[in-house]
């Protein structure tokens, strides 16, 4: 149970915008920062046999007496992004201002270079990729901004993965679109700032989640990672949501323009 006399954002009219929020690191960061008194808005893309699972974890983030606001939605069209951004406007008022931003979009191409086990990645296959999850980052930062819907202090954060390095069969369209996301929340971080608005990457270690299940051979990387991590375990997605909490609070200000392992040291073996 939280308690409530301590939540760090609490009677703030601020709000937490999560572009993919309905499962995983996305989903585990909304309920964290709900927990702390931030109010969310979620995009999210979601089949209808799924949402009953969802609305339960909406009551569940509204009983932590915040508001919770939710749009099944493409996040990559411009008109539907438009269209959002326009309503989250009229709701929230002019009290109410967007404390931190939340990229969690994990809609990448899973097909091998050499056509292995089906059609090969194509270029359209890595544009479709890059579109969803690097470049709709700076759609929605640019959108938010030329709306004035910031806070005075703002947290970009995008969640990144070891594939911006290592090279994995299959994962070359997630590879680039990750590299391609760091560079953009980079540029976020210098050419935004004079607005009061700080940029990150989390690097998240090997997660199970359900977007991790979809990547071939992901059995095969959760038990090496079972043996080399330094405590022998996943990390979680409440591990990131730690994380994500503590980049929102006001002692982070000065952390811009940079990429958080969050592995439990997993990267250094």
């Not at 199970?208 to 996943?234: A, C, V, W």
Request: neutral net charge; hydrophobic residues 40%.
């Amino acid at each position: 149970m939280v308690n409530i006399s301590h939540r760090t954002f609490a009677d703030k009219q601020e709000w937490a915008l999560i572009l993919g929020g309905s499962s995983g690191l996305g989903l585990a960061s909304a309920k964290k920062l709900a927990s702390h008194g931030m109010n969310i808005v979620i995009m999210h893309r979601d089949r209808r046999s799924e949402m009953a699972q969802f609305n339960k974890e909406i009551e569940g983030m509204q009983s932590m007496g915040v508001e919770v606001m939710s749009y099944n939605i493409d996040i990559t069209r411009a008109d539907r992004r438009i269209e959002a951004i326009k309503d989250i406007s009229n709701h929230i008022g002019t009290e109410g201002r967007i404390k931190t931003l939340i990229h969690s979009i994990a809609r990448g191409n899973l097909k091998s270079m050499d056509g292995d086990g089906g059609s090969a990645l194509s270029s359209d296959d890595f544009k479709v990729t890059l579109n969803a999850m690097a470049i709709s980052l700076y759609d929605w930062v640019k959108s938010l901004h030329e709306q004035k819907l910031y806070a005075a202090d703002v947290r970009i954060i995008s969640f990144t993965s070891e594939g911006n390095t290592r090279v994995w069969k299959n994962y070359a369209a997630v590879s680039a679109a990750k590299v391609a996301l760091e560079s953009i929340s980079r540029s976020i971080a210098l050419e935004f700032a004079p607005y009061g608005i700080k940029s990150n990457c989390i690097q998240a270690g090997v997660t199970d989640t359900q977007s991790f299940r979809l990547i071939p051979g992901h059995e095969k990387m959760k038990d090496h990672t079972l043996k080399r991590n330094p405590y022998q375990r996943l990390t979680t997605p409440e591990d990131v949501a730690d994380v994500v909490y503590l980049l929102c609070r006001d002692e982070a200000r000065w952390i811009n323009g940079t990429i958080i392992p969050v592995d439990g040291g997993e990267r250094i073996v």
